[in-house]
């Protein structure tokens, strides 16, 4: 075998053999917890303190329900999006409380996510869409 022949053998051995930087697989799109939105999400707490203790209710949002709701009624039709195959879209309430709650506590998104169960990305779209 002639020196160039052999050296474009060890190239091609040497260029397969080491892996790829490039080449990630990814095993899921959404972390587990995310998922599970429905069944994690703060709103589900909201109900049962909107049930019980209306003046807790108003502590969190810095509001009584009435008004809130009538805040809903009101940008519903502007914030509302589209269900998808792919996915489901974030429900009007849901992106209203959560923009609520971001202005009546001042936390960061990534802090938001935790009871909003919802990634910061996606919390500060619908925070400046809202």
Known sequence: M??????????IILAFSIPSKRITNRK???????SKRKKYCHLNLLK????????????YFRMNIDIYN??????EPLIIKKYTNMRESIPPNQR???TLRYLATGRSFEDLKY????APTT???IVMET
Do not use: F, G, H
Not at 3 to 9: L, S, V
Not at 48 to 59: G, T, V
């Open 2 to 11: 002639d020196e160039n022949r052999r050296k474009a053998c060890i190239a």
């Open 28 to 34: 899921r799109w959404v972390k587990e917890w995310i």
């Open 48 to 59: 049962e303190i909107q049930l019980s203790d209306p003046k807790d209710y108003q502590n």
């Open 70 to 75: 009538k805040l809903l009624s009101m940008v």
């Open 96 to 98: 209203q409380a959560l």
């Open 115 to 118: 009871s909003a169960v919802i």
């Open 123 to 125: 919390i500060s779209e």
